[in-house]
């Protein structure tokens, strides 16, 4: 596609249920990213995918936090038995795998979610 | 740990004068640094990557400066419009994945 798409693009959902967070990157772009940004908060990292395999989980703050990728291109963040804490904005970015001069991340618009 | 630190506080400038945004790395030497923009409701958009053996880089109104010694990225924005008022971040890169490490944002408003 055009852009990097996130759906839902808002979610709310009672304390201890799980949620799926869905990603679908640019066409092409090899490396994929979750991010999460808190109210007044800067962006933090949960974990980067490259092709299907998730190098780098370092930033997942909890093992109710997972994430996959599959066929080099959708990816799904899955939060199990939710907390209040868990509330943010839950970003996606895609690039082509390297940082080139002229490009960056490209970010979809985010799921916000609330737990209840 | 490594950080991207940047001014928490808004700036308010008035049309037409130069914005300049602060973004100071702490605990690693970033091989870059990026800068987005980003609107209320939506994800950041790249504007600019810097590379560490890069002192300046220009794109139309914008202009980053990286000064390796000083630990600090510069970001200005000539000619500012109110247009241009949104939340700025500064982001590091984080080393062998890629992956950014970002600041806060500093929040820009330009009154007409």
Redesign the interface.
Known sequence: GAGVSQSPSNKVTEKGKDVELRCDPISGHTALYWYRQSLGQGLEFLIYFQGNSAPDKSGLPSDRFSAERTGGSVSTLTIQRTQQEDSAVYLCASSLGRATPNYGYTFGSGTRLTVV | SQK?EQNSEALNIQEGKTATLTCNYTNYSPA?L?W?RQDP???????L?I?ENEKEKRKERLKVTFDTTLKQSLFHITASQPADSATY?C?G??GA?????????TLLAVQP
């Open positions: 991207i870059y990026q987005y409701g939506r994800g950041p958009v790249f504007l990557l590379r971040l982001a890169s984080g994945t890629n992956k950014l490490i970002f600041g806060t944002g």
